[in-house]
């Protein structure tokens, strides 16, 4: 398995072109403001200092690289949909991503993070529908499943199955409030590079 623990933040990027020099795979982490993707990674990394987190969604506006030492990069995208921020933010995040997604050699997992309290929205389902078209690599992980029971969890995975066209979508849930969550999702990681 990788060790999460040797995560090292290594620099901030506007743009794939502007990446680290090393010839790393990457996994980035995509998802609505707010839904808790620093967090994730700081319990995955267990370091709680890692990446920032903030009580404002919006905070992050940049491709944050982080490397697990010598293996792969860890990317934290900027979330979307937090309309306080207003719409340039919306179509900067737009651009952003769809630069890192087309033609990105060294993606090689989208770890698409939706909140589990709330309903699919159509953001969401646009990206869906993009990594399927491009044949993105790409798992759900429902965050902040703590209180979820399994009536409800089947359900979730039952809904996105829904959305997607020609691929049923491998899903997770996580909390970081569950170590055994943190667990699993680790383990998928390390497989699927």
């Given at each position: 398995?990788?060790?999460?623990?040797?995560?090292?933040?290594?620099?901030?990027?506007?743009?794939?072109?502007?990446?680290?020099?090393?010839?790393?795979?990457?996994?980035?982490?995509?998802?609505?403001?707010?839904?808790?993707?620093?967090?994730?990674?700081?319990?995955?990394?267990?370091?709680?200092?890692?990446?920032?987190?903030?009580?404002?969604?919006?905070?992050?506006?940049?491709?944050?690289?982080?490397?697990?030492?010598?293996?792969?990069?860890?990317?934290?995208?900027?979330?979307?949909?937090?309309?306080?921020?207003?719409?340039?933010?919306?179509?900067l995040f737009?651009?952003?991503?769809?630069?890192?997604?087309?033609?990105?050699?060294?993606?090689?997992?989208?770890?698409?993070?939706?909140?589990?309290?709330?309903?699919?929205?159509?953001?969401?389902?646009?990206?869906?529908?993009?990594?399927?078209?491009?044949n993105l690599?790409?798992?759900?992980?429902?965050?902040?499943?703590?209180?979820?029971?399994?009536?409800?969890?089947?359900?979730?995975?039952?809904?996105?199955?829904?959305?997607?066209?020609?691929?049923?979508?491998?899903?997770?849930?996580?909390?970081?409030?569950?170590?055994?969550?943190?667990?699993?999702?680790?383990?998928?990681?390390?497989?699927?590079i």
């Amino acid at each position: 398995m990788l060790n999460f623990r040797s995560t090292t933040f290594i620099k901030s990027a506007r743009e794939k072109n502007e990446r680290p020099k090393k010839e790393l795979l990457e996994i980035v982490f995509v998802g609505r403001s707010n839904v808790g993707k620093s967090s994730l990674i700081n319990a995955l990394c267990d370091n709680k200092s890692l990446c920032y987190t903030s009580s404002k969604p919006g905070h992050t506006r940049l491709l944050n690289y982080f490397e697990i030492k010598d293996t792969i990069f860890l990317v934290d995208a900027p979330g979307y949909g937090y309309s306080k921020a207003g719409g340039r933010n919306d179509e900067l995040f737009a651009h952003m991503m769809e630069d890192y997604f087309t033609d990105n050699k060294y993606l090689t997992l989208i770890i698409f993070l939706m909140d589990s309290r709330r309903k699919v929205r159509d953001e969401e389902i646009e990206l869906l529908k993009l990594f399927e078209e491009e044949n993105l690599p790409c798992v759900i992980v429902f965050t902040k499943a703590d209180k979820l029971n399994q009536s409800e969890k089947a359900e979730a995975i039952k809904e996105v199955n829904k959305l997607t066209l020609n691929r049923n979508l491998d899903v997770l849930f996580a909390s970081i409030n569950n170590n055994k969550s943190i667990e699993e999702l680790k383990n998928y990681i390390s497989y699927h590079i």
